[in-house]
């Protein structure tokens, strides 16, 4: 590992020639990306990016061969390679033509989570950091977006992939999703993203009644709530806090005045107590023949509220254009050392390998990768490629690929 003043800084320029020569799963990625056990289009026309430790960007890479597309990623050494969009054309030709003669024809769909996002509402980590309690945020949203993809969509091939520190990429790589213009995924999009943070806005307000997409949420997120908000992170136990984000979200002046008065007189109460609250001195501000109308509407604001805090919060960037690169699964990630692997179930980033503790693995049992801590990612990733190869193929070519994985 590189140090700077004597504190690691990620994985060196050796450390990473280590990783790429012994340990990163080229032929695996390459199955993934080319959709078939026999090279296509779908790699040799395949765009990919390296970023380099010196700040270097190099854009429009392609390979003809998994011995090439190995070669070349083990002698450039990057810091981190990245995957985009299927091309009209292979990539590395793209000095030799027009550009406008270069069209990107399809791509991955792609979703990222990030726990940036969540920073209003965690109080156990800040930054960079994240831990198995915040982690949750994510696995929520992870559980979301799975049955909106698989329900709504009927997409069968998605895997999430730990981005290294604290978020979560998805890649779905049904036929019918990579071939999604951009209108398209922004259109998914549109249809996902339906809970975003307005800056803007002092509130949530959402229509009502509820998309079945949402009634879906709030059936699987509101369980979580109180153990995930009101225990856990705790965010309004702050007083500020809960001035600026919890009562803005109340829809009545006099409950959020009444509120603001109480806990400035009783300063400290936590979360779960000021959540409480709020229909105590709800019930007390309304009047007998308006209550059932008032306490209604309070109890759809709380369900705005809950979706607010633990709905998945996308970065839309990622998503909505086909030519956009994202990281390959199975990178290191610079700053942590952690290997970017698939999530599988019960995944908390503290379970990721990192390369410092691979590489001891590997020194220990005579550089053999099966008794590494990577080894289970391998296989899930494995198994995941050869899912997406056969749900690839036509009938026909389908018998005779499940013949050959007998």
Request: aromatic share 10%; proline share 4%.
């Amino acid at each position: 590992m590189a140090t700077t003043n004597g504190t690691p800084s990620g994985p060196s320029s050796s450390d990473m020639e280590y990783y790429y020569r012994k340990l990163y799963p080229f032929t695996d990625i390459y199955h993934w990306l080319n959709h078939s056990m026999t090279t296509s289009k779908d790699m040799t026309h395949r765009e990919f990016a390296m970023a380099f430790r010196s700040g270097a960007y190099k854009r429009y890479n392609s390979y003809t061969s998994i011995q090439e597309f190995k070669q070349q990623i083990e002698r450039a050494n990057p810091d981190r390679f990245e995957i985009g969009a299927i091309y009209n054309k292979p990539p590395k030709e793209r000095d030799t033509i027009l550009k406008s003669e270069m069209k990107a024809l399809e791509k991955e769909l792609v979703f990222d989570i990030d726990m940036d996002d969540y920073d209003s509402y965690r109080t156990c980590c800040t930054g960079a950091m994240v831990c198995s309690r915040c982690w949750k945020f994510i696995t929520l949203a992870m559980e979301v977006m799975n049955i909106t993809l698989s329900e709504d969509f009927g997409f069968k091939d998605f895997v999430w992939v730990f981005s290294g520190r604290r978020g979560a990429h998805c890649w779905i790589s049904d036929k019918r999703a990579r071939q999604m213009g951009d209108l398209q995924r922004r259109n998914i999009l549109d249809y996902v993203n339906v809970v975003r943070d307005r800056s803007n806005e002092k509130r949530l307000s959402l229509m009502r009644p509820y998309h079945p997409l949402l009634v879906r949420s709030l059936d699987l997120l509101k369980p979580h709530f109180s153990d995930i908000i009101l225990e856990e992170q705790d965010p309004w136990a702050d007083d500020a806090n809960a001035f600026a984000t919890l009562l803005t979200a109340l829809h009545d002046k006099l409950l959020m005045d009444a509120c603001r008065k109480y806990w400035t007189e009783n300063p400290g109460r936590s979360s779960k107590q000021k959540w409480s609250d709020i229909d105590v001195l709800a019930s007390s501000e309304v009047k007998a023949n308006k209550r059932h109308d008032y306490l209604l509407k309070l109890k759809e604001c709380k369900e705005d509220i809950i979706l607010q805090t633990l709905y998945p919060k996308l970065d839309v960037e990622v998503t909505k254009q086909t030519i956009h690169l994202l990281k390959a699964p199975f990178c290191i990630h610079p700053a942590t050392g952690n290997v970017c692997v698939p999530i599988i179930d019960g995944f908390e980033p503290s379970q990721a390998p990192k390369l410092i503790g691979l590489q001891e693995e590997m020194t220990e049992h005579n550089d053999n990768v099966k008794f590494t801590s990577l080894q289970k990612f391998l296989d899930y990733f494995e198994k995941y490629v050869n899912q997406v190869i056969e749900n690839n193929l036509d009938s026909g070519t389908k018998r005779e690929y499940e013949e050959l994985l007998k």
